[in-house]
């Protein structure tokens, strides 16, 4: 969703994410827009946060930035994540392409896929078994 003036506001349930390969492209910080990786309501989430470490560990620079729509226009890459998403690649934003999902997406969902299944020893700290 978005305000008047193109600001993108939120997501019906997740948190949104772009990439760039080009930080010049990349949004700055715009005190009227919404942070790149807010959750839908509360701006704070456990798969958010998870999602974040996930990619530090990758290599792959996480910034909290402001977004405009034109943002997700020039993103190289999108995904969404949350709960119920847990990483979920967008590939068109107002019928504009985006694309298959490109490289740092997959590498972060497969990187997701290991954590929350305990295929990854190191996320296993995050895990609660239950039964």
């Not at 790149?36 to 470490?53: F, P, R, W, Y």
Request: hydrophobic share 40%; proline share 5%.
């Amino acid at each position: 969703m978005r305000s008047p003036r193109s600001v993108v506001r939120s997501v019906v349930q997740g948190c949104r994410w772009i990439l760039s390969n080009n930080p010049e492209r990349t949004a700055r910080a715009r005190p009227e827009a919404a942070p790149m990786s807010e959750c839908a309501e509360s701006g704070q989430g456990i798969t958010q946060d998870s999602v974040a470490a996930l990619a530090a560990d990758l290599g792959v620079t996480v910034r909290r930035v402001n977004l405009l729509r034109s943002d997700l226009y020039a993103a190289d890459e999108m995904f969404l994540c949350g709960t119920a998403a847990e990483v979920t690649p967008v590939r068109s934003v107002d019928n504009r392409e985006i694309g298959e999902p490109g490289p740092v997406t997959r590498k972060i969902q497969d990187a997701f896929t290991a954590a929350v299944t305990g295929a990854d020893e190191r996320y296993r700290h995050w895990l609660t078994h239950v039964g």
